[in-house]
């Protein structure tokens, strides 16, 4: 699911100013669900899944616009 395009390029160009957003998913399934619907719509993603629990932890996109991507994550609350 890696794509080189200028996003990307753009994004890790200053490593030491790269923004990130860190929201919090309410279970498990949403979290799955979540990926599910990323991939409906070739949004390249990652989905960690924790071993030897088998579930999943974590979930990171690639660099989007935010116009592009936010309407996945709204549903979500910034992790505190």
Same mark, same amino acid.
């Given at each position: 699911?890696?794509? =080189?395009?200028? =996003? $990307?390029l753009q994004y890790t160009s200053d490593l030491d100013h790269m923004h990130k957003v860190? &929201?919090?998913?309410p279970s498990q399934s949403e979290l799955e669900k979540l990926s599910q619907d990323l991939s409906a719509n070739q949004i390249d993603h @990652?989905?960690?899944?924790e071993q030897p629990e088998d579930y +999943? $932890?974590?979930l990171a996109t690639k660099p989007y +616009? @935010?116009?592009q991507i936010q309407s996945f994550f @709204? @549903? &979500?609350k910034l992790f505190k």
């Open positions: 699911m890696h794509r =080189n395009d200028s =996003n $990307t860190i &929201l919090e998913a @990652k989905l960690w899944i +999943p $932890t974590c +616009p @935010k116009q @709204k @549903k &979500l």
